[in-house]
Structure formats: C-alpha cells, structure tokens
C-alpha cells in the first residue's frame, strides 16, 4: 500500500511562488514514476508535471512549462514541484501520484497512476 503526503500548498498573489512536497512512504517501488497532478472545480483532474525517479526525465503539461519544475527531493521517493510566477488560472487542489506500473507510457495522463495523496490547496489571487 502506497502512501503519499503532501504538503507545502497555501494562497498567494499573482506572480508569487509556492513549493509543494510529496513524501512515498509503506511500498515496494511498484512504480519508477510519480507527478503532480490538479483539479479545479467543475474541471477534470490534469496533469501538470511528472518525473522518472531512475533517470530524472521530467515531464510538463504546455500551461506549466517554463514556471513549474519537478525534482527529486533530498529523501528517497520525495519528490518536490516548485512554482513560480502563479497566475489565478493555477488556483486548484494538487495531488501527488505514483504511477500504476514501473514504465509509464504518457506520464501526464492520471489513469496511469493509481496511488494518490489527499491533495493540497493552491489559490492565487488576482
């Protein structure tokens, strides 16, 4: 059984920063991938970011790209999406994931994941 905790979400202006944490606790590594992924209301859940743990490739969803970075963090399996330059357009809860199967074909995708963390507020305001 796979356990993720996120933490690190919160509520900032326009053009402010925030840094989400993810920590993968209680599983034998099923998976070599975990991402980020959010969902506003009345959206569907969208991927927004994802990485391999062996290789360190990363992966963007084009809303993201050039503001957020996902990265290792300093403990096994953690993993950390820093976020800059927020506009009011990434207001949404965050879910960290770890994939379903070792090899992940399109990272971005939700339904290649299937261990899922409680989420973790994110407002920007305008």
């Known amino acids: 059984q796979v356990r993720l905790v996120e933490s690190g979400g919160g509520s900032v202006q326009t053009g402010g920063s925030l840094r989400l944490s993810c920590a993968a606790a209680?599983?034998?590594?099923?998976?070599?991938?975990m991402g980020w992924f959010r969902q506003a209301p009345g959206h569907e859940r969208e991927g927004v970011a994802a990485?391999?743990?062996?290789?360190?490739?990363?992966y963007y969803a084009d809303s993201v790209k050039g503001r957020f970075t996902i990265s290792q963090g300093n403990s096994e399996r953690t993993i950390v999406l820093q976020m800059d330059s927020l506009k009011p357009d990434d207001t949404a809860i965050y879910y960290c994931?770890?994939?379903?199967?070792?090899?992940?074909?399109?990272?971005?995708?939700?339904?290649?994941?299937?261990?899922w963390g409680q989420g973790t507020q994110v407002t920007v305001s305008s």
């Open positions: 994931a770890a994939g379903r199967y070792w090899s992940v074909l399109r990272p971005l995708e939700a339904h290649q994941y299937n261990d």
């Open positions: 209680g599983f034998a590594y099923r998976s070599d991938y």
């Open positions: 990485i391999s743990i062996s290789s360190g490739d990363t």
